[in-house]
């Protein structure tokens, strides 16, 4: 209809909101019948995540800072999480939810984008080519989902919502492995986890360290943390979770941590909404942050497996983190956000 309505000029501009088809199949078909009109420089997939100052902040703690990058890989990080949980229920969205489940909602529309930037080689310039193609790249080399390292979880009383069939196996809650499988990440397990009725509602990236080698300190914790954790709801802070030597006349170590705090840093007032920055974005005609075609058709090829054959959904209770499989999952490692709510 913007076609025939000669509404798509050469000129124009389109922005589409998620989601971006719903498997593989309808994610070809949508992206044919939108370039049957439009070309691909003239499309802008918008992911709100992305817009995120916290989430563009990642870039630059990474690609800006020499302390960093040369420890963000397999050498140094043993596992990396993406956790964003909700306290909320669908809330009377049940004909949109029981169709679409969490991994559809979250995982492939807004986990996978963060993944992309955690993951991604250094780009030559932050433009959008650039930028675009390195998180391709990351997208190029996801196994396909291993469906024995996922967890999907149904709260409590979810079938009593109005609107949900009683015979629903739709997943409010998800969890799962993926791997990355490139020289820099080769080994390293990535946990994604979103979910609805869960104890907390967070955004928060964390990359766990590799052990020393000789453990030679005692201290008063035995899954004693070591970690960077990148919490992205905004305004979004940074912090490095290390061991220090506590006060007294022994070598007993505690817990600490060092923080950035974004909005005591730097003016909020200066600070633009993620939608707001992205369709500033896009009346510049700046593709950097928004999705481009193959990658989205690229996530859904690698989620075949899983929405081809879905485990059960494990039931949970509202306020919980989930089902206990849930932390099986991420065994010999553990979740950030249990441990620390």
């Known amino acids: 209809m913007l076609g025939s309505s000669g509404l798509a000029s050469a000129s124009s501009r389109v922005i589409i909101e998620k989601p971006f088809g719903t498997d593989l199949k309808s994610a070809r078909s949508l992206n044919a019948a939108v370039h049957a009109v439009f070309d691909e420089s003239q499309v802008f997939r918008i992911d709100h995540f992305l817009g995120k100052e916290s989430v563009d902040n990642i870039l630059a703690f990474r690609f800006a800072n020499g302390l960093f990058e040369p420890i963000w890989n397999r050498e140094h990080i043993s596992y990396v999480q993406i956790d964003v949980p909700e306290t909320l229920t669908i809330e009377g969205r049940a004909a949109f939810y029981d169709a679409t ?78 791997e990355v499988d490139n020289w820099r990440w080769h080994g390293v397990p990535f946990f994604l986890r979103s979910g609805k009725a869960l104890a907390a ?67 909020q007032a200066n600070a633009l909404e993620g939608y707001e920055r992205l369709i500033l974005l896009a009346m510049l005609g700046d593709q950097s942050l928004f999705t481009r075609a193959d990658g989205i058709e690229r996530v859904w090829e690698i989620s075949e497996p899983l929405l081809t054959s879905p485990p059960p959904a494990e039931p949970y209770e509202k306020g919980s983190w989930g089902p206990t499989s849930v932390d099986k999952l991420t065994a010999p490692y553990r979740w950030h956000l249990r441990n620390h709510g």
């Not at 080399?141 to 979810?158: C, S, W």
């Not at 453990?215 to 035995?222: E, G, L, P, S």
């Not at 960077?228 to 305004?235: C, G, K, M, R, T």
Request: hydrophobic share 40%; charged share 25%.
């Open 101 to 178: 489940g969490a991994y559809r909602d979250m995982v492939v529309t807004h986990l996978f984008q963060v993944l992309g930037f955690l993951a991604m080689e250094p780009p030559v310039s932050l433009a959008a080519k650039p930028l675009r193609d390195e998180k391709g790249k990351v997208f190029d080399v996801l196994r396909p989902i291993d469906v024995r390292h996922v967890v999907r979880g149904q709260y409590a009383g979810y079938k009593s919502e109005p609107g949900v069939p009683k015979s629903s196996d739709t997943e409010t809650m998800v969890a799962l492995r993926v």
């Open 201 to 267: 509602s967070r955004q928060v990236v964390t990359l766990g360290f590799h052990r020393p080698p000789l453990q030679m300190f005692r201290t008063h914790r035995r899954d004693a943390p070591n970690e960077i954790v990148i919490d992205f709801a905004d305004p979004g802070t940074i912090s490095i979770e290390f061991m220090a030597k506590e006060p007294g006349p022994e070598m007993i170590l505690g817990a600490t941590e060092m923080s950035f705090r974004y909005g005591e840093s730097f003016a």
